[in-house]
């Protein structure tokens, strides 16, 4: 079992930044695939970003292309997303995601999931 834990939500005005950090337990973190995805009230749930086991390959989704930067840094056992230039449609809850395998873009695929950080991004 792998304890997945975010933090760094947060309300901010539009145009702003935020940077999420996503904890994960075990001795092994950097064999895990790693991602977040997010969810907006009424809404599915939306693969944002995903990052490989050594932070080589990674995928953003078209609607944050360019504003939003998934990292790791495995030797702190932690995932970061860095947003900027937010706007009011990225207010959602965000979770952070782990693999027990290799890098996918299919969130599906994903094993543990973390409870959400809930950014909210105001006009």
């Known amino acids: 079992q792998v304890q997945v834990e975010e933090s760094g939500g947060g309300l901010v005005q539009a145009g702003g930044s935020l940077r999420l950090s996503c904890a994960a337990s075990?001795?092994?973190?950097?064999?895990?695939?790693m991602a977040w995805s997010r969810q907006a009230p009424g809404k599915e749930r939306e693969f944002v970003a995903g990052?490989?086991?050594?932070?080589?390959?990674?995928y953003h989704a078209d609607s944050v292309k360019g504003r939003f930067s998934i990292s790791r840094d495995n030797a702190k056992n932690t995932l970061y997303l860095q947003m900027n230039s937010l706007k009011p449609e990225d207010t959602a809850v965000y979770f952070c995601?782990?693999?027990?395998?290799?890098?996918?873009?299919?969130?599906?695929?994903?094993?543990?999931w973390g409870q959400g950080t809930q950014v909210t991004v105001s006009s």
């Open positions: 990052i490989s086991r050594t932070g080589e390959m990674s």
């Open positions: 995601a782990v693999r027990r395998g290799p890098y996918t873009v299919n969130g599906r695929n994903y094993d543990y």
């Open positions: 075990g001795r092994t973190f950097s064999t895990y695939a």
